[in-house]
């Protein structure tokens, strides 16, 4: 049977559910799948021990209810997953959200009929569903990423995945683990699995920065301030370049007096995580306040770290700091000075193959029982291309988009009338706190299609010049920075044969907001609106 509704919303993370709650507002009628058992999205995948979020907790929450902001309470400055996933759960009870979702569908296809001027959206359970308009809600770090290495599924231990970890509470008591990745997922995990195996056996390709969270818990006092000011916080957040209410220093690195500027790094240090980046001006463009950040980085990194080698095995050495996104730790550099963790850097003795046993690197074949991957995603743009979506005239939004996507703002494809991304490449994303851009990134696609329905027309699609003008824009930002130097996953960086774009976009969270208001104020320019 095929059922028919306004919008199909793929994906119930963050930019699903709240794009759910105002569609049914607006009084659109909606269908939803998500290949999830429930709710959630990221929080509902990433289960991963000490799993925990990298932008404060009263920031990463929907603001658009200030009943909701009250009512529920933060216990932590970064919450954990289960806390986080126990919030948007909340929401999805208190809203009603579920009734619009088929859990444990994942979308195969979405096809586009100019006829009818619907899509066809069918999943790989077999539902198949129609409607007006699609929302692709299906996240920028949704589509895991699990290395090719040769022998990988030989092995006969246990094997486990930080983007898709079990629900039950996996034990490594007395285990030996093997940990393959070393980005913010891997940063975050080792510590706990450490204190529970015999012996963890780190594999890192590339060091990373990482950066202590200052993660505490919030007391009754803390609270009750933290609610008197939400108001003034959320002005700072969406007024600012990345959807959280703390900026850099106002006065530049060289402005600054020399005896001060280790003060102002160690300021930044103390907030934690990625706000490290942000410590002065200009430290993802100027390479000498980058230089300096790096160099205060090693000093912080050298004092907590015992063992030379492992040491210098752990200083990262192909990119500026910053560039690829910053780990927030608890404790991670420390549990290699632990008796039963072990750091192996692939640069020197890369993996051979996996065995039935365990690791076979250059240097010798280790055994395990069991292997976590913290391999990271296929970011960005992995969810939407892992699915056959077929645009007009039968184009292949995978083929479109081998050589890099191109997008308009973000939402809109040229050649893919009425399907809209949210979260996708070219809007800030993943360089913002995701929370208030899946606010935006979902009012921004609701208000287009109100206003199509309010003009009668029947399809809204992204100009090819407007998203070739806007995707160059968006390289143009990326290549006066350090981040265009850097091997990242921003990138494109971290899966074989993906084409080198810089995929978010890099021009701020409100200067982008203001991009998009302008074009809505222009009447939807960019885009091409029509009825049939
Ligand atoms: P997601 O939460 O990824 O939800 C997408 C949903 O779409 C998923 O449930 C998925 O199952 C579904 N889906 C995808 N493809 C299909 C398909 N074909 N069929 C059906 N369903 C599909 N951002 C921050 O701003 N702050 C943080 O602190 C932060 N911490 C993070 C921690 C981790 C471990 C990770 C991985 C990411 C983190 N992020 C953080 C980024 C995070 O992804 C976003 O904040 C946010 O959760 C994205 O919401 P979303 O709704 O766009 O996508
Ligand atoms: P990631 O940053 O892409 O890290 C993946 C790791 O796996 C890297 O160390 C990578 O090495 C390594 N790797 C990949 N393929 C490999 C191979 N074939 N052999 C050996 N090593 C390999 O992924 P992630 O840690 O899941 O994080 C992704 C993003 O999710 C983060 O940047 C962040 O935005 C978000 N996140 C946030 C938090 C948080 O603190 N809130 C936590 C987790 C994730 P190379 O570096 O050499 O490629």
Request: net charge negative.
């Amino acid at each position: 049977m095929t059922h028919d509704a306004d919008i199909i919303v793929v994906g119930a993370g963050l930019a699903g559910i709240y794009t759910s709650i105002h569609a049914d507002r607006a009084g659109l009628s909606i269908i939803g799948f998500d290949a999830a058992g429930d709710v959630g999205g990221t929080w509902y995948w990433n289960r991963y021990p000490g799993a925990r979020c990298d932008v404060e907790s009263i920031d990463y929450s929907f603001s658009f209810d200030p009943e909701l902001e009250q009512e529920w309470r933060w216990t932590e400055r970064y919450a954990a997953q289960p806390e986080i996933l126990a919030y948007l759960n909340h929401v999805a009870d208190r809203y009603d959200v579920r009734r619009h979702f088929t859990f444990g569908r994942r979308v195969a296809s979405a096809d586009w009929d100019e006829a009818t001027q619907r899509w066809t959206v069918r999943t790989h359970e077999g539902d198949e569903a129609r409607a007006r308009w699609v929302i692709m809600a299906s996240g920028c770090l949704s589509a895991p990423h699990l290395p090719a290495i040769p022998g990988r599924d030989d092995f006969a231990g246990e094997v486990y995945m930080t983007a898709a970890w079990p629900h039950e509470k996996v034990d490594f008591t007395g285990k030996r683990v093997a940990l393959i990745g070393t980005g913010s997922s891997g940063i975050q995990s080792l510590p706990l699995i450490a204190d529970e195996a015999a012996e963890v056996v780190v594999y890192q390709r590339s060091a990373n920065y990482s950066v202590p969270a200052s993660n505490r818990t919030l007391s009754d006092e803390d609270w009750k301030h933290a609610l008197s000011e939400y108001p003034e916080r959320r002005r700072k957040s969406w007024n600012g370049l990345a959807g959280s209410p703390w900026g850099s220093n106002p006065t530049r690195y060289q402005d600054t007096p020399e005896e001060e500027r280790d003060a102002i790094f160690e300021e930044s240090w103390e907030r934690g995580g990625v706000l490290f980046s942000k410590a002065f001006p200009g430290q993802m463009v100027d390479r000498e306040t980058n230089e300096a950040a790096r160099l205060f980085f090693e000093r912080k990194l050298a004092e907590k770290v015992k063992d030379p080698q492992v040491l210098v095995d752990l200083t990262p050495t192909d990119h500026a700091i910053g560039t690829k996104r910053i780990c927030t730790d608890t404790g991670y550099y420390e549990t290699f000075n632990r008796e039963n963790v072990t750091l192996v850097n692939l640069r020197r003795e890369p993996i051979l193959k996996i065995t039935a046993e365990g690791v076979t690197t250059e240097s010798g074949a280790r055994r395990f029982d069991a292997i976590v991957y913290a391999t990271g995603f296929d970011a960005m743009t992995g969810a939407l291309t892992s699915i056959d979506i077929r645009g007009r005239d039968g184009r292949l939004l995978r083929d479109e988009w081998a050589g890099g996507p191109s997008t308009f703002l973000g939402f809109g494809i040229p050649g893919f009338p009425n399907l809209l991304s949210l979260n996708g490449p070219g809007c800030p994303s993943v360089l913002s706190n995701m929370a208030l851009g899946s606010e935006q990134q979902g009012d921004f696609a609701l208000r287009l299609i109100q206003h199509c329905d309010a003009q009668g027309y029947t399809s809204a699609e992204a100009r090819a010049d407007a998203a070739a003008a806007w995707t160059a824009h968006s390289q143009e930002l990326a290549e006066a920075t350090l981040f265009a130097e850097a091997p990242s996953w921003y990138m494109g960086a971290n899966i074989e044969g993906k084409a080198r774009t810089f995929l978010p976009y890099l021009g701020g969270f409100r200067p982008y907001i203001e991009r998009c208001e302008e074009v809505v104020d222009a009447g939807y320019r960019g885009f091409v609106l029509s009825s049939r």
